[in-house]
C-alpha cells in the first residue's frame, strides 16, 4: 500500500512537470491532452472512493507542485546578485511552487468533495473549478496569473484571436475542457459524452476560422501614418550598474548611442524600467548637458525612472514611468500600481518591523503602489499621443488594465535581466501578445535584457529584438480596429461563461436523472 502511495506521489509531480512543457518557451501543446485528461480519469476513479477523498487536496497539490516547480525555478535567479539574499535561494526554489500548488489542491479538494457521478456533469465541474480557481489566483492578494495553461496557445494566432471576445480567463476556461475532452471518449457511458467530447474537440477549428476573418478585417483596415517615430529601445547593460557604483552618466552616454537621434527627424523614445542607476526622477535633469548634443525640440523621452514624494513626514518610493521632453522637463508620469510582492514590496512589512525581523531584508525599503492607471496624453507642438502605461509585471494582469479603450496604444517597459537567460524573459514577453489582442491596440515593448517588440492588435509580432540584444524599433503606422468586446466588458465575459457552465452541469444532471 505505501508502495502504491510514493507511485502516485512521483506520478501526480511527474505529470504536472510534463505538463509546464507546454507553456513558452517549449510549447509542446499538444501534451495537455494526455495530461489533463490523464490527470482527471485520475480524479474521477479517485472519486468513487471513501477513504480517497481524505487525500483531495493532495492530489492536486502534488500536480501543482510539478508544474510550477518546472516552470517557475527561474525566479530564483533573481536572488544571485546580492550577497544578502542568497540564502533564501533554496527556500524560493521550493515554497513559491508549494505555495502555488495549494491553489491546485482546493480544485481537487472541491471537485471530490462535490462526489462527481456522471462523466460529462463531473466533466464541466472540474472545468468550472479549475478555471475559477485560476481566476483567483490571479487576483487575490496581488495575485500571479502567471502560467496559466491558456499560454500554451501562443503559437496558434487565429485561435488566439477569440480572446478578444472572451479574454485570456475565459479562453483558459475553455482550454481547460478542450484538454480534458479525450477523457470524456475513454470514460463514456453514453453518446452524449462522445457528443461533448467532439463539440470542444471542433471548438478550435472554429476559433480559427474567426481570427482568420479577423485578420484579413485587421489587414484591410486602413493605415495611419505617423509624422513621427516612436523608438522603442532595447537595450543590454548589466545589472552591475546597481552594485558597483557605475556613473549614472556612463549609462545615459549608452542609452543615447543605441537611440541614434536625429534632430531632423521627430521621435519620441521609449527607454526600459529603471535603467539609470542610482538616480530619481528629478534627479535626471542634472544630467541635461548629455542629451543637449543629440536632443532637440524635435524628440520626447519616455523612461522607467524611481520617484518619490513626501507625504506626512513620510517619503514614499514609486517606480515611475514618466515623459520628458528634450530639455528633461517633466511633463507626465504614472506610478506602478501592481507591485510585485518581494521585489518590488515586503508583505507585511510593518509587522516585519515590528519584530524586528525587517533587517532580513536588508533594512531595503518598498515602493508604494499607485493611486490610479491614467491614459498619458503625451502632447507637445507636433506630438500627440495617448498611451496606456504598463510597467514590467503589469502585462500580466487580464482584464484590469483600463477602464476605457480611449487610447492609442500600449507601451509596457521592463527590466527582464534579473532572471538571466533563462525561460522567465520569454514568458514574461508571451503575456504582452495576450494584452494586445484583448484590447485591439498595438503594444510597444521597451526591455533591457529581455525582448523587446512591436506587436500589432492581432497578435502578430511585427518587430522584435531578442534576449541579449540591443537596437531599436521603429513604430511609424497605426491601423485602428473597432473596440473589441472584451476591451469594453473586461471580465464580465468570464463572469457570463462561469453562468453557462452552471447552466450545462443543471442540464446534464436533469437529463441524467430522467
Not at 470542444?200 to 476573418?213: E, H, Q, R, T
Not at 537595450?235 to 537621434?261: C, H, M, Q
Not at 518610493?317 to 507591485?339: A, G, Q, R, T
Not at 477602464?403 to 538571466?420: K, Q, R, T, Y
Amino acid at each position: 500500500m505505501a508502495k502504491k502511495r510514493y507511485i502516485e506521489i512521483l506520478f501526480l509531480i511527474f505529470l504536472g512537470a510534463v505538463t509546464s512543457l507546454s507553456l513558452p518557451p517549449y510549447n509542446y501543446l499538444i501534451i495537455n491532452f494526455f495530461t489533463f485528461s490523464t490527470f482527471f480519469i485520475f480524479l474521477f476513479k479517485k472519486s468513487k472512493i471513501s477513504e480517497n477523498r481524505k487525500l483531495s487536496f493532495f492530489y492536486g497539490w502534488l500536480f501543482g507542485l510539478g508544474y510550477f516547480f518546472s516552470s517557475l525555478y527561474w525566479i530564483s535567479i533573481s536572488l544571485t546578485f546580492d550577497q544578502n539574499f542568497k540564502f533564501l535561494i533554496p527556500i524560493t526554489i521550493v515554497l513559491i511552487p508549494a505555495f502555488l500548488a495549494i491553489f491546485y489542491g482546493i480544485v481537487t479538494f472541491c471537485f471530490i468533495a462535490l462526489k462527481p457521478k456522471k462523466i460529462v456533469s463531473s466533466f464541466f465541474i472540474f472545468s468550472l473549478i479549475f478555471g475559477i480557481v485560476e481566476f483567483i489566483r490571479g487576483s487575490i492578494l496581488t495575485g500571479f496569473p502567471w502560467n496559466l495553461i491558456v499560454y500554451s496557445f501562443s503559437n496558434h494566432l487565429e485561435i488566439l484571436s477569440v480572446t478578444s471576445i472572451i479574454g485570456t480567463y475565459g479562453f483558459n476556461l475553455f482550454c481547460i475542457s478542450l484538454f480534458m475532452s479525450p477523457a470524456l471518449f475513454i470514460l463514456r457511458d453514453s453518446r452524449k459524452d462522445i457528443a461533448v467530447c467532439l463539440l470542444f474537440l471542433i471548438m478550435p477549428l472554429v476559433f480559427y476560422l474567426y481570427g482568420s476573418s479577423y485578420k484579413d478585417k485587421f489587414n484591410a483596415s486602413d493605415k495611419i501614418i505617423f509624422d513621427y517615430k516612436v523608438r522603442t529601445i532595447s537595450s543590454n547593460i548589466s545589472l552591475d550598474r546597481f552594485y558597483n557604483n557605475i556613473d549614472p552618466a556612463s549609462v545615459i552616454d549608452e542609452l543615447i548611442k543605441i537611440s541614434e537621434p536625429n534632430k531632423n527627424e521627430k521621435i519620441i523614445f521609449v527607454w526600459p524600467e529603471g535603467i539609470i542607476p542610482n538616480i530619481s526622477q528629478k534627479e535626471l535633469i542634472e544630467y541635461n548637458w548629455l542629451f543637449k548634443e543629440s536632443f532637440n525640440e524635435n524628440h520626447l523621452l519616455i523612461i522607467g525612472i524611481n520617484s518619490q514624494k513626501s507625504d506626512n513626514q513620510n517619503v514614499k518610493y514609486f517606480n515611475s514611468l514618466s515623459v520628458y521632453d528634450d530639455d528633461l522637463n517633466l511633463l507626465n508620469s504614472y506610478n506602478k500600481i501592481n507591485l510585485v510582492p518581494f521585489g518590488e514590496f515586503l508583505p507585511f512589512e510593518n509587522i516585519l518591523k515590528i519584530i524586528g525581523l525587517k533587517s532580513l531584508t536588508n533594512n531595503y525599503q518598498s515602493f508604494s503602489s499607485g493611486d490610479q492607471r491614467n491614459i498619458i496624453d503625451i502632447s507637445k507642438q507636433n506630438f500627440s499621443l495617448k498611451i496606456l502605461p504598463l510597467i514590467c509585471y503589469e502585462i500580466i494582469y487580464s482584464g484590469k488594465l483600463f477602464n476605457n479603450s480611449n487610447f492609442d496604444l500600449i507601451i509596457n517597459i521592463s527590466e527582464d535581466g534579473w532572471f538571466g537567460d533563462s525561460i522567465g524573459p520569454q514568458q514574461h514577453f508571451i503575456h504582452s501578445i495576450f494584452r494586445a489582442i484583448e484590447s485591439g491596440k498595438y503594444l510597444l515593448r521597451s526591455t533591457n535584457n529581455g525582448v523587446s517588440a512591436i506587436i500589432n492588435p492581432i497578435g502578430i509580432v511585427e518587430q522584435k529584438t531578442e534576449f541579449g540584444q540591443s537596437g531599436y524599433l521603429d513604430f511609424t503606422e497605426n491601423r485602428k480596429i473597432q473596440p473589441t468586446v472584451f476591451s469594453k466588458f473586461g471580465n464580465k465575459i468570464f463572469l457570463l461563461l462561469i453562468l453557462l457552465y452552471i447552466f450545462l452541469i443543471i442540464s446534464f444532471n436533469r437529463i441524467n436523472n430522467e
